[in-house]
């Protein structure tokens, strides 16, 4: 049985830092593309970085690129999301993502989610 747990999630003032973690079982996650997406209230759910399956080569959303940091631990079967300076615009509930064939993005996720872990940023 596939498994995908978020964790860290929480609330923060504008210009906090998060930590988010996805620890995932039941697939090779060494063989697999990891990406987190996320949804804002009233909102779709939108891409918001993805990672190779060795995690040499990262991509972001326009709106987080340079705060977020997307990172793939293949020893703790963990990926991660760094969000620093955090504004009240990335309130969402985040989920994370597995595909084995390509990295997830605005194009397209792969089949395997997440419950999701809400951030809720304040002004």
């Known amino acids: 049985q596939v ?3 978020e964790s860290g999630g929480g609330r923060v003032q504008a210009g906090g830092s998060l930590r988010l973690s996805c620890e995932v ?3 090779p996650f060494a063989d697999h593309f990891m990406g987190w997406f996320r949804q804002p209230p009233g909102k ?9 399956h060795a995690g040499t080569h990262t991509f972001y959303s326009d709106p987080v690129r340079g705060r977020f940091t997307i990172s793939k631990d293949n020893a703790k079967n963990t990926v991660y999301l760094q969000m620093n300076n ?5 309130t969402a ?3 994370c993502n597995a595909d ?3 990295p997830p993005s605005a194009r397209g996720a792969g089949p395997y989610w997440g419950q ?3 951030v809720t940023v304040s002004s």
């Open 86 to 90: 955090l504004q009240p615009a990335d």
């Open 25 to 27: 079982s039941g697939l």
């Open 100 to 102: 084995y064939y390509q």
């Open 44 to 52: 779709e759910r939108e891409f918001v970085a993805s990672i190779t």
């Open 3 to 5: 498994q995908l747990v």
């Open 93 to 95: 509930v985040y989920y």
């Open 116 to 118: 999701g872990t809400q």
